[in-house]
């Protein structure tokens, strides 16, 4: 008899168990639905997202492209990453401090360091999230930054250079850190034939002279 009760009991506790377990499933979708409501209610087709809002949204994008992209530190030396922003950098620097230079806001895809550096890469990735675009004049394709200094597509160009100028300084001190041998190697003999040629002048403009 008091094992039949034991048991009795045990199947009780099961069931109330499984009961409350039931519950909280149900309430945990029901608060999903309601989620998925406010989301459905806020979402860009009833609601056109504000400035601020639109710049969060595509300052993340570009944080992912350079975390993912661009620093992929695992499987990129400091000299490969380095090389890959410094042409990206310059083209938005140069928007920024020439803003009345229009030969800095029209890039042709045929120019040798945009199609080296910049078409197809995630240099490219970071400019159309800033605002470039892809125009073409005279069967010919440009990319253009045709925005104003008041515009959120300025903010977010000198958002990007301020991340990569941080991203520059970091890579340039872990190269010199410990970055590659051939890479140091390299510009030590940069720097000697320099010092050569300066010698030269320094020889032949002393020749002239005497």
């Known amino acids: 008899m008091s094992s039949h009760m034991e048991r009795s009991s045990s199947r009780d506790c099961d069931t109330n168990e499984e009961q409350e377990t ?11 639905a309601h989620l998925n409501q406010q989301e459905t209610q806020e979402s860009p ?3 056109e997202p504000s400035e601020n809002e639109e710049i969060v949204r595509l300052k993340k994008m570009l944080e992912k492209i350079v975390v993912f992209d661009i620093c992929d530190e ?39 360091i945009v199609h080296k550096y910049i ?3 995630a240099a490219e990735k970071v400019m159309r999230i800033v605002g470039w675009t892809t125009i073409v004049e005279n069967h010919e394709r ?4 045709n ?3 008041d515009t959120k597509e300025w903010s977010l160009l000198c958002m ?40 030269e002048k320094e020889r032949h403009a002393r020749f002239r002279y005497e």
């Open 74 to 112: 695992k499987h990129k030396s400091p000299q490969m990453i380095l090389e890959a922003i410094s042409p990206l950098m310059k083209i938005l620097i140069n928007v920024r401090d020439y803003p009345r230079e229009a030969k800095y806001r029209k890039l042709r895809y045929n120019n040798s």
């Open 119 to 121: 078409i197809g890469t």
């Open 147 to 149: 925005h104003g200094e």
């Open 45 to 47: 087709s009833s609601r």
């Open 142 to 145: 440009y990319l253009s930054f």
């Open 160 to 199: 990007a250079i301020e991340r990569l100028e941080k991203i520059q300084e970091k890579e340039a001190q872990r190269e010199g850190a410990g970055g590659d041998a051939k890479v140091a190697e390299q510009k030590r003999l940069e720097k000697v034939l320099q010092d050569l040629r300066e010698d």
């Open 22 to 32: 039931s519950s909280l499933e149900q309430l945990r979708l029901k608060r999903l």
